[in-house]
């Protein structure tokens, strides 16, 4: 049982980036994904989720209108496009199913 994200680096700010989450070892198809962040001493802070069949999507205000999460179930990957990127959005991006599957998280910096 396995997530491994991808797609993280570093972006000036107004940039883009997108990330991807492969799932392994589990049916992906039926689980709630969830995209979740940890910024430089801060604690983690929830980002988005999308219900198994791609609807029952939810964003955090922060991000709200900048990201768009989306699931391909056959490909058992989650992703998160990321745009209009801001330095605030620095972090280590995890997906995560439920509180108790975590991947190992990819960095994304935006600095000038």
């Known amino acids: 049982v396995q997530l491994v994200e991808s797609g993280g680096g570093m972006v000036q700010p107004g940039g883009s980036l997108r990330l991807s989450c492969a799932a392994s070892?589990?049916?992906?198809?039926?689980?709630?994904m969830n995209w979740v962040r940890q910024g430089p001493g801060k604690g983690p802070e929830w980002v988005s989720k999308i219900k198994p069949d791609g609807d029952g999507i939810d964003y955090a205000d922060s991000v709200k209108g900048r990201f768009t999460i989306s699931r391909d179930n056959a490909k058992n990957t989650l992703y998160l496009q990321m745009n209009s990127l801001e330095p605030e959005d620095t972090a280590l991006y995890y997906c995560a199913r439920g509180l108790g599957l975590w991947g190992q998280g990819t960095q994304v910096t935006v600095s000038s």
């Open positions: 070892g589990f049916a992906f198809r039926f689980y709630t």
